[in-house]
Nanobody, 122 residues
């Protein structure tokens, strides 16, 4: 089992930045690929970014590419999402997830955090 706790969400204005953190506990964090997903009201949960267990490989949704950066620190059992140039359409609950495959598929992740709200005002 892996327990995940997100933090860092909040209310910001368009163009601002936020850094989300996800702290992991339980089984060996470095054994898992990590992903960030988001879910807006009335919409399905969607892929945002993913990073391989060794941090060599990353992947981003087209909608956030060049604005968001995913990173991890295995020594701290944490994964981060730096979000720059935020837009109102980035408003959602953001979730981190752990899995054994770095993928965009929400069903491939085994463990999920409770989410953190990000609200971007125009």
């Amino acid at each position: 089992q892996v327990q995940l706790v997100e933090s860092g969400g909040g209310l910001v204005q368009a163009g601002d930045s936020l850094r989300l953190s996800c702290a992991a506990s339980g089984r060996t964090f470095s054994s898992y690929d990590m992903g960030w997903f988001r879910q807006a009201p009335g919409k399905e949960r969607e892929f945002v970014a993913a990073i391989s267990r060794n941090a060599i490989s990353t992947d981003y949704a087209d909608s956030v590419k060049a604005r968001f950066t995913i990173s991890r620190d295995n020594s701290k059992s944490a994964v981060y999402l730096q979000m720059n140039s935020l837009k109102p359409e980035d408003t959602a609950v953001y979730y981190c997830a752990a899995g054994i495959v770095r993928t965009r598929n929400v069903r491939s992740y085994d463990f999920w955090g409770q989410g953190t709200q990000v609200t971007v005002s125009s």
